[in-house]
């Protein structure tokens, strides 16, 4: 029987766009943590431990990165049947880095419950220490999951995709651009070399989160290049 334009029109999505499609998908869903640098201002006070008050904000906060968390591993176990054509090893590089950067998110959400925790039976003064020391710990676990690992990420997945052409070139390019950008940043301030300017994270991770959330717009609108 002859295809008509109506009938091909109905046919199946292939497999390889809806690999792109997935995988465009989880990418823009790991942007959801980002009421989580507001829903977690009480918990990082100083008093916080010691006060009144509900704990929604943190919890729900929380459950955002979590859902960050798990949506990294989608990502690259949704693209590895892809990219791992171009180069096996490195395309199981990036399934590491991002199994790695979720663990890390996991551990920090686990710090902040903990102070929630300690807050909830009543520890009062006595844990101020204990409650600041973990805050420390979440930041630092932070500053590795949510800027230096996605920089590697960022260099994996960008040299696969760019020589394979699967998306605009341009795409991976941002990607790089982002990835120096915030390895230096990363150097810096874990040799406490920013000082003041530590309010310039917000700056210096635009253009990976760009790259990040263009490839994910890009798989979802168009999919990948034949």
Not at 61 to 73: K, R
Not at 107 to 118: C, E, K, P, S, Y
Not at 196 to 201: K, P, Q
Request: net charge positive.
């Amino acid at each position: 029987m002859a295809h008509t334009p109506e009938t091909r029109s109905k046919a199946p999505m292939d497999s390889l766009r809806k690999t792109a499609l997935l995988a465009g998908v989880l990418y823009v869903i790991t942007f959801v943590s980002m009421p989580s640098f507001w829903l977690y201002g009480p918990v990082k006070e100083l008093g916080y431990i010691a006060g009144p008050g509900p704990d929604t904000r943190a919890i729900f906060g929380s459950v955002l990165e979590m859902i960050v968390g798990l949506a990294c591993i989608g990502t690259a176990v949704a693209l590895y049947p892809v990219v791992k054509k171009q180069n096996q090893g490195v395309a199981l590089g990036f399934v590491g880095t991002r199994v790695l950067e979720a663990a890390c998110i996991f551990a920090g959400v686990a710090t902040l419950l903990a102070v929630v925790t300690l807050r909830q039976v009543g520890v009062g003064a006595d844990g101020l220490v204990t409650g600041q020391a973990l805050v420390a710990l979440y930041d630092r676990l932070f500053l590795v999951s949510q800027s230096f690992i996605p920089a590697v990420n960022a260099a994996l997945l960008g040299s696969l995709l760019y020589k394979s052409r699967l998306v605009p070139r341009v795409l991976p390019l941002l990607g790089f651009v982002g990835a120096v950008v915030v390895v230096a940043y990363v150097a810096a301030r874990m040799h406490d070399l920013t000082g003041e300017l530590s309010s310039l994270w917000g700056l210096t991770v635009i253009p990976i989160a760009l790259w990040e959330f263009s490839l994910g717009v890009y798989l979802i609108v168009k999919g990948f290049r034949r």
